[in-house]
Every structure is written in structure tokens, then in C-alpha cells.
Nanobody
Framework: QVLLVESGGGLVQAGGSLRLSCAAS????????MAWFRQAPGKEREIVAA????????YYADSVKGRFTISRDNAKNMVYLRMSSLKPEDTAVYYC?????????????????WGQGTQVTVSS
């Protein structure tokens, strides 16, 4: 079992920045692929970014390329999402997710473990 706990969400003005953190505990050997998803009200959960164990592979949704950066610190069992140039359409609950398998996958159904989510609200 893997426990994921997100933090760092909040309210920010458009153009601002936030850094989300995800702390993993338990069987962290099953976190080969780590990702951030988001879900806005009335919309499906969508992938934002993903990163492999070695950080040699990353994936970004087109909507966040050039604005968001995913990283991980395996020694600390942490995954981060640096978000900059935030837009109102980035408003959503952001979830950390873990996939025991590689290569990186972009569908929520492929991730076995999920955090409880953290709210990000971007005001215009």
C-alpha cells in the first residue's frame, strides 16, 4: 500500500505561482511512475504531468507545457509540481497519483494510488 498526501494548494492571482508537494509513504517501491492530475467542477479528471522513477522521463499536458514543472526527490519520497503563469482555467482540485509500472501513462485508470487532493484556485 502507498499513502500519498498533497499540500501546497491555495488561492493565487492570475499570473502567480504555486508549488504543490506530494509526500509518499508505505511501499514506495511501487511508485515508479508519479503524476499530478486535476479535476475541475463538472469536468473529468485529467493528467497534468508525470515523471518516472529516475526522472529521466516526463510528460506534460499541452495546456501546461512551459508553465508547470514536475520533479521528484526519491531520497525524501517527494514529488513536486511547480506551477507558474497560472490562469483561471487552472483552477481545480489537484491530485497526486502513483503507478507501480512504467512507461509513463496518462490515463487515471492506470494509477493505483491516489492522494486526497488539494484545491488550487486562480482568481482573475
Amino acid at each position: 500500500q502507498v499513502l500519498l498526501v498533497e499540500s501546497g494548494g491555495g488561492l493565487v492571482q492570475a499570473g502567480g505561482s504555486l508549488r504543490l508537494s506530494c509526500a509518499a509513504s508505505g511501499r514506495t517501491s511501487m511508485t515508479n511512475g508519479m503524476a499530478w492530475f486535476r479535476q475541475a467542477p463538472g469536468k473529468e479528471r485529467e493528467i497534468v504531468a508525470a515523471i518516472s522513477w529516475s526522472a529521466g522521463s516526463t510528460y506534460y499536458a499541452d495546456s501546461v507545457k512551459g508553465r508547470f514543472t514536475i520533479s521528484r526527490d526519491n531520497a525524501k519520497n517527494m514529488v513536486y509540481l511547480r506551477m507558474s503563469s497560472l490562469k483561471p482555467e487552472d483552477t481545480a482540485v489537484y491530485y497526486c497519483a502513483a503507478d507501480r509500472d512504467l512507461p509513463l501513462r496518462a490515463q487515471a485508470v492506470d494509477y493505483e494510488y491516489w492522494g486526497q487532493g488539494t484545491q488550487v484556485t486562480v482568481s482573475s
